[in-house]
T-cell receptor, first 115, second 111 residues
């Protein structure tokens, strides 16, 4: 069974559209994350949730809205997509917030292409 | 946040040991040193972490300098599957910290 799964794996859409990426983890972890990896391969944290509460919210446009319906899911909704949103988005989870000896487990990413 | 310096790239022959260095001269006393790697077309995966003592697990060993200003990730016998970008990340153990990835070292394994 895949520990952290994201859907879809690929997403191609036009500017101005609204899209969602779903993430589910079956590890029983309390903390989930969204990371963005741009074309230069820089990997940056966007959001983190612990027990469905937002604990990290980096400087991300308001068009990005994470939603955690339960501890096992963290979805990312993006409104009014722009060309610069094209990237690979990674979901991750950990038992505890980072730093408490709890490694992050990453999904295999969703490649978003905005045309 | 502690800054890290890693070589942009390294090469190693298959089945030989690989030593991946990381400088973190501004590391604080409470920062653990975490290593992750990212294989092609995959998400990052945890490799190992430590504070002061050398650490071993099934994937690798971590050698930490006595002054903690540098560390070395050791792959004892590199395989083609070890070709990846390796990230060294100092991280406080206080919780709610951000796991922040730098540029890492791209390791190429030569068959």
């Amino acid at each position: 069974d895949t520990a952290v799964s994201q859907t879809p794996k690929y997403l191609v859409t036009q500017m101005g559209n609204d899209k969602s990426i779903k993430c589910e983890q079956n590890l029983g972890h309390d903390t989930m994350y969204w990371y963005k990896q741009d074309s230069k391969k820089f990997l940056k944290i966007m959001f983190s949730y612990n027990n469905k509460e937002l604990i990290i919210n980096e400087t991300v446009p308001n068009r990005f809205s994470p939603k955690s319906p339960d501890k096992a899911h963290l979805n990312l909704h993006i409104n009014s997509l722009e060309l610069g949103d094209s990237a690979v988005y990674f979901c991750a989870s950990s038992q505890d917030p980072p730093g408490l000896h709890s490694p992050l487990h990453f999904g295999n990413g969703t490649r978003l292409t905005v045309t | 946040d502690a800054k890290t310096t890693q070589p942009n790239s390294m090469e190693s022959n298959e089945e030989e040991p690989v030593h991946l260095p990381c400088n973190h001269s501004t590391i604080s006393g409470t920062d653990y040193i975490h290593w992750y790697r990212q294989l092609p077309s995959q998400g990052p995966e945890y490799v190992i972490h430590g504070l002061t003592s050398n650490v071993n697990n099934r994937m690798a060993s971590l050698a930490i300098a006595e002054d903690r200003k540098s560390s070395t990730l050791i792959l004892h016998r590199a395989t083609l599957r070890d070709a990846a970008v390796y990230y060294c990340i100092p991280l406080s153990n206080f919780g709610n910290e951000k796991l922040t990835f730098g540029t890492g070292t791209r390791l190429t394994i030569i068959p």
